[in-house]
């Protein structure tokens, strides 16, 4: 499964990914207490977990797009 960067920066913090940026998901946590999250691997090389604040799966960053443009 594959997620984009929909923020470089969460709560002030670098996340150390690139914005529209697609990654590999390496693992997945589906019933955490803020959504799912994604194990990847980010810019620094570093496998790390991410929320869905920060990415989100490839579908629904097309849907997301298409909305913004019509």
Known sequence: M?????????KGHSM???HGKAYEVHDQHPF?????TYKII?????L????R???MQL???RE???NEIL
């Open 42 to 46: 980010n810019d620094r090389g570093v």
């Open 64 to 66: 997301k797009q298409l």
């Open 53 to 55: 604040e920060v990415v």
């Open 59 to 61: 579908e629904e960053w």
């Open 2 to 10: 594959k997620v984009i960067c929909a923020q470089e920066t969460y």
């Open 48 to 51: 790390a977990w991410y929320d």
């Open 32 to 36: 955490q207490i803020n959504g799912q």
């Open 16 to 18: 150390d990914l690139t």
